[in-house]
């Protein structure tokens, strides 16, 4: 019995959609329309605003999701740009330091009574990062074994090797550094060795035993050695001691030059 009627509901459908197709399309060729015309867009007008209100959010969510995958790609287009923007800016500031830096350095070279080569540092020895570091100037420029090195602050050392284009400099820090010296105060000569241990601080022996070393004292080259010219400042002294009995006094001095951070120094080269 049911078999028999399955065929009434598709056929009972496809009749009334076919009358609702056929009303739409001809009432807009008359004025007026009838009865039935009327009951049936009463009866589907609810369908139809359900149908258009699906369509409607199904379209809202589609533009949403377009919009959302733009946002998505304009926002990382946005970030790749700041990044850019970022490294040029810090690109740009180290610059502005380096000029600065070179600046300055080329006003001390002015001024300066010696034959300064500027040089920048260009490499440091492993493990010995406060003995030795290699400069970028060497033979071509007027670099030999022996000249003293120099930053605005004081003595950083003397060359040891050369090659066409870089040199190796000896750090005055360096434990086999030792260079003639002179109290700026008392006039006291003294010898001013490098570092012994850890502390970075140089040690300074009197050459006389009547010699007095004070803290606060600056210590500068004496000119007496074949390296250094006289009045080049090496550092503070920070710390005297005296032996057990009394006799023997020696300090222990801060160096002007911050060894640490070495980006550019002078060569004195022979006038």
Known sequence: MFRSTRWVWPVLVGLILGLIIMVYTTSGERTQITVVERW??????????????????????????????????????????LARLAAENALLQ????????????????????????????????????FNLITIDKGELAGVRPGLPVITTAGVVGQVRQVTANTATVLLAIDSRSAIGGITADNRDYVLVEGAQDQSRLLKVRPLADDARLEVGGQVLTSGLGDIYPKGLTIGE???????????????????????????????????
Request: aromatic share 8%; net charge negative; hydrophobic share 45%.
């Open 237 to 271: 002294i920070v710390e005297v001691q005296e032996d057990q009995y009394g006799l023997t006094v020696t300090g222990l001095l801060k160096p002007a030059t911050d060894f640490a951070r070495l980006e550019e120094v002078f060569v004195i080269l022979p006038n």
């Open 94 to 129: 180290e610059s502005a330091r380096e000029n600065k830096r070179w600046a300055a350095l080329f006003a001390f070279q002015q001024d300066s009574e010696y034959n300064l080569l500027a040089a920048r540092v260009i490499g440091r020895a492993i493990p010995d990062w």
């Open 40 to 81: 049936l867009r009463d009866a589907v007008s609810p369908l139809q605003k359900g149908i258009t209100s699906v369509i409607d959010q199904v379209t809202e969510t589609w533009n949403l999701f377009v919009n959302l995958g733009q946002i998505q790609r304009e926002n990382q287009l946005l970030k790749e740009k």
